[in-house]
């Protein structure tokens, strides 16, 4: 009874902090559990196939899920964004597959540090397909961020392995999905955003881990079963995260997963992050959160003009 009021009265405090303060703290949340997810695969990378590893990632969160699914009677997953739910869960799988591989072949923190150049591919994605209009300093933004990348990747001095490659792949298509979660956020709930994300995915994993099944140990399961539960609560978090605050506040605050992963790198697998990382995620870190800055001003004032002319 005790530990039901206890409960109630934390979920009532909670909901009545700001919209950044509980946005924030979602991030925080997610930025342990995803970074934790990315240590396990790494630690597993070298004995377990990533086909195999991915499809416990999904499988695991779908079990996670199913109590949802359960309480809710299906009520959830009724939408009718169904097109873009599918678009999403595409793109989630090649993001998923590049990083995890990439994860087995190069350093924890600069797997992570390239990931976060999404936001650069996804201002690039609002000009191409929405016809958006960017000024002068978002451009320059973007040189500055991309400049992050050239002086973490160094070509000519540091030869780019299939683990690079795949990273880069993997921040495109999680750029595509990064849009598509906060277009749905704005009418589906984050459960759902999760669920379906999950039954889209599930069934493309399940074939590619079968083309390549080795019977996991039990201990390798209970990692990979770990994985898959931390991998959820964070992208659950993060949804959450998005859904209470605005992009120009969340985004500087997930950055606080490529200290995580620096730490997590250094403890567990001895890697200890270069200057060039150090410097080209600063200037990433940087160039993105000036980009989401910018484009909630432009969205304010978008609407702005809009209650004004009503």
């Keep these: 009874m005790t530990a039901g009021v206890n409960t109630g009265a934390v979920a009532d405090w909670f909901a009545g902090l700001s919209g950044p303060v509980r946005g924030t703290i979602w991030i925080l949340i997610s930025a342990v559990c995803l970074t934790a997810m990315a240590a396990t695969i790494r630690h597993l990378s070298g004995d377990v196939h990533t086909f195999i590893i991915a499809f416990f990632r999904i499988g695991i969160g779908f079990v996670v899920m199913a109590p949802w699914m359960v309480r809710t009677r299906l009520q959830g997953l009724k939408t009718t ?19 995890f591989y990439a994860l087995g072949e190069i350093p924890l923190a600069d797997a992570v540090a390239i990931m976060f150049t999404r936001p650069l591919y996804g201002t690039i994605f609002a000009i191409v397909f929405l016809g958006e209009i960017v000024g002068q300093r978002r451009w320059a933004a973007l040189a500055v961020g991309f400049l992050g990348v050239l002086v973490m990747v160094r070509p000519g001095f540091e030869a780019i392995n299939l683990g690079l490659a795949a990273v880069f792949v993997a921040s495109i298509a999680g750029a595509a999905a990064a849009i598509l979660i906060r277009y749905l956020s704005r009418t589906e709930s984050p459960d759902t955003i999760t669920m379906y994300m999950v039954l889209f995915t599930a069934p493309v994993m399940l074939i590619l881990a079968l083309a390549v099944w080795e019977t996991p140990t039990w201990e390798q399961i209970g990692w990979l079963s770990f994985t898959g539960l931390v991998g959820t609560l964070g992208q659950r978090a993060m949804s959450r995260g998005y859904a209470a605050a605005d992009a120009s506040i ?29 410097i080209g995620g600063a200037l990433i870190f940087t160039a993105t959160v000036y980009i989401a800055q910018r484009e909630a001003r432009i969205a304010r004032r978008s609407a702005a003009t809009t209650r004004v002319s009503e």
């Excluded at 989630?92 to 597959?97: E, G, K, M, N, V």
């Excluded at 997930?254 to 890697?271: H, M, P, Q, T």
């Design 250 to 278: 969340i985004l500087p605050m997930d950055f606080s997963r490529l200290i995580i992963a620096a730490l997590f790198g250094y403890v567990l697998f001895s890697e200890i992050p270069s200057v060039y990382t150090a």
């Design 81 to 99: 964004k169904k097109s873009w739910f599918l678009l999403r869960a595409f793109a989630t799988t090649i993001a998923s597959l590049g990083f």
